[in-house]
C-alpha cells in the first residue's frame, strides 16, 4: 500500500514553487514507513536500491511513461501505449489467440480485440475499472527496468479538482507499478514539461508557468486551470468530465440521427475524428465512407461534424470564462492572453482561433489562444519526470508492500 504522508515544499531552484497539497496522515493500519533511499545498511553485502525516476501520464485512452535513473537525465524509457485491458472470451479455440493468454494489455488488446471483452482501467481522467486498473499497473511495471534493488518513484498526472477518494483510488491502483509516488494535476505538470529553463531570449516566448490559463484536452477528461508561478488552489481548477471521447459520442448521436442505419465502431468513430475534426469554418467538406445499411455509402460529415466540435467547445469556454472572472483584476490581463491548449484534443483544426472568437463574443476581447507546444501529448509525462528528479525525500508518500 502506498501510505500518505504530508507532503512539504521543495526548495530546487528549477521546480516552480510547488507545494502540494495536505494529506489527512496514513492510511489506518501503516506501519513506519521502509528505510529510504540513501540510508545506511548495517549488511554491508546487501545492496543499496536503485532509484528509477518515473513521469506518468495515465490517460483515458493513452498511456505516457518517460523513466529515468537517479542522477541521469537521459531517459531509458520514453514509451506511449493505448491504455486497454481485454479478457479472452470464454470457449475461445486455442491458440487462436497466441499463447493463450487470459489477459492482453495496449496494443496487444488492440489487435485481438474481436476475440477479447474489454476494461478500461481509466474513465473520464478518473480510475474505472479497478480489477482492469491494477492489472494494468502491473504490465506498465513490467515493461520498465525492476527488479528487487529497483525502486521506482513517479511523479503521476491527476485530473483537475480531485477529491480524497479519487486521490486514494489512484494511489491503490499505482500500488503495484511504483514504491512511492507524488500526485499533481495534469495542466501544471504539462506547463513544467513544456517550460524552457532558463528562459530564452525570444521576447515572444511565454513562460507557461508565469501567469497563464493552461487547457488540457484529453480523450475523457479536459482540465482547465489558472496557473501563476506555484501549485495551484481548488478553486483555480476546473475538471471536466468529458474529452475527446465526449466529442465522439457527440458525432456518434449526429450519424445516427441521420443515417439510422448506420454502422460505425467506436475505433473507426475516432479515427474520424483525428483526421477530420475542426472547429469554425472547414476549409474543405470532409466526407467518409461509411456502411449504411450494409453498403459503403459516401458520407457529407460536414454539419455532424461542425455542431459537434462547436458544442465541445461551448462547455470548455464557459469554464475558462468562469476562471479568468474569478483571477485577480491586477493579474487578468495577462492571463487572459497567455490561454495554453495542450493534450490531444488541442489537434482539433482551427481550435485555437475558434475558441478565441469565442471568449471575444462574451466581451474577453484581450483572449489570445495558443499552443502550449509541438509535443502535445507528451507535455504532462516530461513535467512528471522533471517533478520526480526534484522531489525532495518528504514528499514521497512511500509504498508499504
Wanted: glycine fraction near 8%; charge should be negative; proline fraction near 7%.
Amino acid at each position: 500500500m502506498i501510505a500518505r504522508k504530508s507532503p512539504m515544499e521543495p526548495s530546487t531552484p528549477t521546480l516552480p514553487h510547488i507545494q502540494l497539497p495536505a494529506e489527512q496522515g496514513r492510511r489506518a493500519g501503516a506501519s513506519a514507513a521502509p528505510a529510504l533511499p540513501g540510508d545506511d545498511f548495517q549488511d554491508s553485502d546487501q545492496q543499496k536500491p536503485r532509484i528509477l525516476h518515473l513521469g506518468l501520464d495515465w490517460g483515458t485512452a493513452r498511456t505516457v511513461m518517460i523513466a529515468s535513473w537517479a542522477g541521469e537525465t537521459t531517459p531509458v524509457h520514453n514509451e506511449t501505449l493505448p491504455t486497454l485491458v481485454g479478457y479472452a472470451k470464454d470457449g475461445i479455440v486455442e491458440n487462436l489467440l497466441p499463447g493463450n493468454p487470459e489477459v492482453l494489455f495496449a496494443q496487444d488488446a488492440v489487435r485481438h480485440r474481436l476475440h477479447l471483452k474489454m476494461a478500461q482501467p481509466v474513465v473520464n481522467g478518473m480510475m474505472g475499472d479497478a480489477k482492469a486498473a491494477r492489472l494494468f499497473a502491473e504490465h506498465l511495471r513490467e515493461r520498465l527496468p525492476h527488479g528487487d534493488h529497483v525502486q521506482i518513484r513517479a511523479v503521476v498526472g491527476i485530473p483537475c479538482g480531485c477529491d480524497a477518494q479519487a486521490r486514494e483510488d489512484f494511489r491503490e491502483a499505482l500500488d503495484s507499478l511504483v514504491d512511492g509516488c507524488i500526485l499533481i494535476p495534469k495542466p501544471f505538470l504539462a506547463a513544467i514539461g513544456a517550460r524552457q529553463n532558463p528562459p530564452p531570449a525570444d521576447v515572444n516566448y511565454v513562460d507557461p508557468i508565469r501567469n497563464s490559463l493552461l487547457v488540457d484536452l484529453g480523450a475523457g477528461a479536459t482540465d482547465v486551470c489558472v496557473i501563476q508561478g506555484c501549485y495551484p488552489s481548488a478553486v483555480e481548477q476546473i475538471h471536466i468530465c468529458g474529452g475527446g471521447d465526449a466529442l465522439d459520442e457527440h458525432l456518434q448521436a449526429g450519424l445516427q440521427a441521420a443515417y439510422p442505419d448506420i454502422q460505425i465502431s467506436p475505433l473507426k468513430l475516432r479515427e474520424l475524428k483525428e483526421q477530420s475534426a475542426w472547429a469554425g469554418t472547414p476549409e474543405a467538406r470532409p466526407i467518409a465512407e461509411l456502411f449504411v445499411r450494409g453498403r459503403l455509402q459516401r458520407v457529407d460529415m460536414t454539419q455532424i461534424m461542425g455542431d459537434s466540435c462547436h458544442r465541445f467547445l461551448e462547455k470548455i469556454a464557459q469554464a475558462m470564462i468562469q476562471l479568468i472572472g474569478s483571477a485577480d483584476v491586477e493579474t487578468a490581463p495577462e492571463l487572459i492572453s497567455n490561454i495554453l491548449l495542450t493534450g490531444g484534443g488541442s489537434k482539433i483544426r482551427n481550435i485555437c482561433r475558434e475558441l478565441e472568437r469565442l471568449l471575444h463574443s462574451r466581451g474577453i476581447e484581450q483572449a489570445k489562444v495558443r499552443l502550449l507546444g509541438e509535443a502535445v501529448e507528451g507535455y504532462v509525462a516530461v513535467g512528471a519526470l522533471k517533478a520526480s528528479q526534484q522531489a525532495r525525500e518528504n514528499q514521497w508518500q512511500l509504498s508499504l508492500k
